[in-house]
Structure formats: structure tokens, C-alpha cells
């Protein structure tokens, strides 16, 4: 067998070494990560995903993060230094019970398990990212929603000194978004703690964010540090800054455009040279388990 050297150990080559080991000897993704069984229902549409795979270097240098710039390359280049220790997170607003844990509660509490996901963002590209995570459903329970709890607001953190982009008004910062709270209650809604089986980047939104399978990736706040329970619909940042493009709801939808561009197909970043460019499915391929969210919903209005 090759040498490797130390500097070639790539968070990626890690990634794909236990993959091949866990191919090997059949042993499930759960057990070796966490040293538990999941039986993991949220998963059982992605495993087609597993061979497209984007690259870690791809996952961790092409983002949208405006709290340190808004190109593409400003998360990588100015998030280093940002600290996410000492972090709490609070869960509040309609709830019986309000709780605020320590990041390292939470991942004590709530072992993550594997989720490769699609992320499509409204811009047309998309990346498959093997996240790391819970579903939101398991801490939600714990606060225990009262009836008046129907939407759920997920608030990022503000810190001007240290996010530099924050010191424009690019969007009503702290950064907002929202769901109903049968979407926040839906499995494949996963609040996220790593990727490529490691710690979560600063870049991709340490050390907490959320990914909704089925929006836009603008929905996926990064760096969460309230969530909070309400009983009207929020105002997301993006809804604020651009009521026409950006709406509450955001599914993503090959049928109803952006004002600016067509949705109808998206680049697959890191797919090659001539970047490949793919249709968009409705509900970016997570149709058989939302749908029936939205049954009787006219789409085109709740965009
Ligand atoms: N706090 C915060 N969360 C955010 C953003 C942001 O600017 N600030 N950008 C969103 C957008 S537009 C996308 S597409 C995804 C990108 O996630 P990624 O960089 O991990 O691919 O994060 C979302 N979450
Ligand atoms: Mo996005």
C-alpha cells in the first residue's frame, strides 16, 4: 500500500477511507461514527447521491456567507479567525419549556449521524454535501411548543467586530429566516454540526446551522444562535431586503422563476471543466416525503 503523507490527508481522503472501509465490512455509517444503530429514515433518498459526492475543496471555498462579504470567496478568506467557542443557543418564544445549551450540550444530546443532502441555491448552482446532523424535530421536542407555536424564527449571530459584512446594510442583519412549523418538524429538517464527518468549517456556518433539503439554500441559516417559536409568520432577511424574489416559502420549484433568472436547471459546482448543468426537480428531488406539505398550496403565489 502507498505512503500517504501527513499533508496529503485531506479532510476529504479521510472521508473517503472510512467510506471504503465501511463498504469493506458492511459496517453502517451510525456505528462508526457515533457508536450507535440509527436507523436513519431521512436518509432513504440519498443514497443515489453517495457517488456525486462534491469535493471537500469545493464544499469549503465557494459560499454565501454576507456576514463576511459577498463574494464567493470571502467566507474562506475572512471567517478564520472567527470564534465559535464559547457558543450557546437558545430556544424560545412559545414553548413550555425555554432552553439554552452550550454547542457541546447540544452535541452530546443529539448525535449526528450522516445526511447527504443536495443543496441548491436560488443563484442556479448546487453542491451534494455529506452532512453531519439531527433532525431539528429532536431539540424542538425538548422545549416542548405550546399551540400558539406555529412558525419557527431561526436568528444568527450579530457580532460586527468579528463579521466584518456587518457593518453594511446589505440585509437587516442579525440574519433571519423561517419555517412553518410542520417543516421545522419534518425529519429531513436537519440542524447541522459538520461535514465531510468533521466539525463544521467557519465558512459553512460553525458551529450550528440548519439545511431544509427542499429550499432554497438561502433558508439554511448558518451560525444559529436563537430559535424561537411564534405564532406569525416571520420576516426573513431575504424577504425583507426583496419581497418580489425572495418568498417565505422558497421550495425549490423548476416552474416558477426568480424575477432575474430561469430555475429551471443549476450548475453542479465542481462537476468537471465545462460545468455541467442539470434540470431542477421540484422540491430538489425530496418530493415523495414534502410534498404532502403543501397539498392544495398554489405554489406559483406561496413562492
Ligand atoms: N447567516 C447566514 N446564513 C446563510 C447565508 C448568509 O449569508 N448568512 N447565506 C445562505 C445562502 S444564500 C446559501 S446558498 C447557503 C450556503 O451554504 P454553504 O456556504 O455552506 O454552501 O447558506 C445560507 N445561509
Ligand atoms: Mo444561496
Redesign the pocket.
Known sequence: MKKIKYSEITPEKIYNRRREFIKRFGITTGSLIIGQNIINTANASTNNLEKKITEYRYITTYN?YYEFGTRKSDPVEKSQNFKTKPWEITIDGEVEKKITLTIQEIKNMFPSEERIYRLR???GWSMIIPWLGFSLSKILEKASPTSKGKFVEFTSVYDPEQMPGQRYPILKWPYKEGLRIDEALHPLTTLVTGLYNKDLPNQNGAPLRLIIPWK???KSTKAIVNIKLVEKMPTSSWMRASPKEYGFYSNVNPNVDHPRWSQASERVVGSGILSERIPTQMFNGYGDEVANLYSGMDLKKYF
Open positions: 454565501n441555491c436560488v443563484e432554497y439554500g438561502f
